[in-house]
Each structure stands twice: as C-alpha cells, then as structure tokens.
C-alpha cells in the first residue's frame, strides 16, 4: 500500500538543467496535483489533472509543464531550472476534484544552483 | 485568487499547554481542513469541516468552521512533543478549479518539554 510516491527524494541542479520529477500513485486515484513549498509561503498549487489526458494550470504554473498519459502517473517538468524554482515540491491525489483528504507524497526538495 | 490569512506564524509553548491557531480569509469556503506536516513529510489532513458553524473534534484537537464560512480555528489540548510541525488550514469550494485546496501559509509549532 504505498500511497503517493515521489522522486527523487532530494535534486540539486544547474541553471537551465531540465529534469523530471515523478509522482506515482496506486490507488486508482483521478485527480492528481503538483504544490510547490516555500518558507513562509504555505503551499501553492501549480498544476492539476482530474484524469488521464486532462491537465490544468493552477496558482504558479510558469515554467513547468505536466502530462497524465496514465491514471497512475504525473511528472512535472522542469523546462530550464531557475533558482526561483528552488523549493520543495508535493504531488498529491484524490479519488476526484472536491474530493476530501487529499493523499501527499513525501516531497521532493529541489535546489537550483 | 482567494487567499487565507494564518495565524499565528509560529509558536513556542511548554508542553502540557494548549494551543489556538486561526485562519480567515477573504471570501467564503464550503469545506475548511486543517493539515500537519512532519518534518521532511507531505502534510497529513488532521479534521475535515463540511457545514458553517460546525465543531469537530479528533482526539486532543478541536476545529470549528465559522458562522460566516470565512474562517475556522484549530485548538490542541494538552499539548506533547509529537505536536511539534507545521499547521496548515485549507479552503476548497465546489465545481471546477474551485474543488483545489488553497492552503494558509502555515503555523510552525514548537514544544519544549
């Protein structure tokens, strides 16, 4: 029963490196979401999906791009890393949008150098 | 976009105290949550409130979504060195992009024992 699972856990990168970080989830779940955490900034959502092959942006979607190919699974893209995007990052599911208890992954901190 | 207001930012109590956070916000929420985070861990939802007015309780803590559905409170009774994370409140609404949650910025607590 793994819940959300997210990699890697830790990300260090150069400025205008591109990479991946992946957010998978095995509980058949149709809405999936990526928020970025920074101190003193609460959580802030940057992208979504409420199912395969739907994505939307949210509050901070600049420079990061999603897809969702499979319920299971949705990446966010980082295109050309900034420092302004270093920050811990969360994927989280629920079973639809509006849906309570959203499940969280672990994180993933990212520092852009 | 809507935002909440959190408060307070942070907070040091001895352990055995209780604790009070609020969060209020501009517009109105049909659901309010309050989450924990762990250090180096996704937020976990703690209580979930559906109705304007409503006061549940989880164990130690206590939440009441208010009157005016633009606010709630978050009370830990008795606190103990567990307790010690991040706070946060959650407001979501119903249909389309309003079922995201917007998160406060979050109250840090910590306990010394």
């Known amino acids: 029963n793994a819940g959300v699972t997210q990699t890697p856990k830790f990300q260090v990168l150069k400025t205008g490196q591109s990479m991946t970080l992946q957010c998978a989830q095995d509980?058949?779940?149709?809405?999936m979401s990526w928020y970025r955490q920074d101190p003193g900034m609460g959580l802030r959502l940057i992208h979504y999906?409420?199912?395969?092959?739907?994505?939307d942006q949210g509050e901070v979607p600049n420079g990061y791009n999603v897809s969702r190919s499979t319920t299971e699974d949705f990446p966010l893209r980082l295109l050309s890393a900034a420092p302004s995007q270093t920050s811990v990052y969360f994927c989280?599911?629920?079973?639809?949008?509006?849906?309570?208890?959203?499940?969280f992954g672990s994180g993933t901190r990212l520092t852009v150098v | 976009g809507q935002q909440l207001n959190q408060s307070p930012q942070s907070m040091f109590i001895q352990e055995g105290e209780d604790v009070s956070m609020n969060c209020t916000s501009s517009?109105?929420?049909?659901?309010w949550l309050w989450y924990k985070q762990d250090p180096g861990e996704g937020p976990v939802l703690l209580i979930a409130?559906?109705?304007?007015?409503e006061l549940t309780s989880n164990g130690r803590l206590t939440a009441q979504f208010g009157i005016t559905r633009k606010d709630s409170f978050l009370n830990i009774s008795a606190s103990i060195p567990s307790d010690v994370g991040i706070y946060f409140c959650?407001?979501?609404?119903?249909?389309?992009?309003?079922?995201?949650?917007?998160f406060g910025k979050g109250t840090k607590l910590s306990v010394k024992p």
């Open positions: 989280a599911s629920s079973p639809s949008l509006g849906a309570l208890g959203y499940t």
């Open positions: 509980m058949n779940h149709e809405y």
């Open positions: 999906s409420v199912g395969a092959g739907i994505t």
């Open positions: 517009s109105i929420f049909n659901t």
């Open positions: 409130l559906y109705k304007a007015g």
């Open positions: 959650a407001g979501q609404n119903y249909g389309g992009s309003q079922g995201n949650l917007i």
